[in-house]
């Protein structure tokens, strides 16, 4: 055991992922959904595990952090981006948000956040996982609930 912090005070966690930040030892990052109490969050520690604080996310219509994936940063040099995908309901009433500054503000992904911006694929299933590309900033690439991939 890294420690004894129960995250989501006393729920229980699903759909939980796990992201460890290449080049920064220590530095992991976790989404957890549909919890009692309070752990459907975003959640970061900077050693190892030992402590964890919440992270700020966009506020929206039921928005809930679903999946998550670091990739390339913005500007060589810099921390990884996070994306995060929060959860809107059911059906693709999803976003795609990205941290360029560990979390401190969040953006959008695409060019207005609406369904339309997500490839077509998308736009039929929800999201099911996705990962970011290490080596060109922005790049995604996503697997749908039974529409394929993008």
Do not use: M
């Not at 939980?16 to 957890?32: D, E, I, K």
């Not at 979390?103 to 997500?118: M, N, V």
């Amino acid at each position: 055991a890294v420690s004894q912090v129960q995250l989501g005070a006393g729920g229980n966690l699903t759909s939980v992922f796990l992201n460890a930040t290449p080049g920064f030892a220590g530095h992991l990052w976790l989404t957890a959904q549909f919890t009692g109490g309070s752990g459907a969050a975003l959640w970061r520690s900077t050693d190892g595990g030992s402590s964890w604080r919440r992270v700020q996310l966009p506020r929206g219509q039921y928005y809930i952090p679903k999946n998550i994936s670091l990739g390339a940063p913005k500007e060589k040099g810099l921390y990884p981006t996070i994306y995060v995908e929060l959860w809107g309901g059911w059906g693709t009433a999803s976003r795609l948000f990205f941290s360029a500054n560990e979390g401190t503000t969040w953006e959008i992904f695409g060019k207005t956040g609406s369904r339309a911006d997500l490839p077509p694929s998308c736009q039929v299933a929800e999201i099911q996982s996705f990962t970011a590309d290490w080596d060109l900033f922005g790049q995604l690439y996503l697997c749908t609930s039974g529409s394929g991939f993008a």
